[in-house]
């Protein structure tokens, strides 16, 4: 199965946090999963560790790349057509590194492993 990882999903990954699904854990862990993580989420990594609303966040966000690298997962870029579509979508969620994956998931047709039930305004299909 091929998904992208909401911030929260791939942080919790990282740390071993309860909080991610057995879903999560398992798809995560299945060597036959795809799994695909946003610069979005490099951003908002970097940008949270930087404001201190990232507690811990700071090793992370020093390299979030390599973090990403070492498990496996995809990296995928942020391009036009990307920042375009989440401009048009429509004012649900505002939080703008969460209409960006909402329109790389719609954009690649894939869904979400993330908790945030507000993605499910974006037509997006969700998965937790």
Do not use: Y
Request: charged share 25%.
């Amino acid at each position: 199965m091929t998904f992208l990882l909401d911030t929260h999903a791939l942080l919790w990954w990282l740390a071993g946090d309860e909080r991610l699904s057995l879903r999560g854990r398992e798809l995560m862990g299945n060597t036959d999963s795809k799994v695909i993580v946003s610069a979005a989420s490099a951003w908002e990594i970097c940008t949270k560790a930087r404001l201190g609303k990232l507690p811990g966040g700071e090793a992370l966000a020093s390299d979030v790349r390599s973090a990403v690298s070492s498990q496996g997962f995809t990296q995928l870029d942020i391009t036009f057509a990307h920042a375009e579509r989440a401009a048009r979508l429509p004012g649900l969620h505002r939080d703008p590194f969460d209409r960006m994956l909402a329109a790389q998931a719609q954009e690649l047709d894939v869904p979400i492993l993330s908790t945030d039930a507000l993605l499910d305004g974006f037509g997006v299909r969700r998965i937790w």
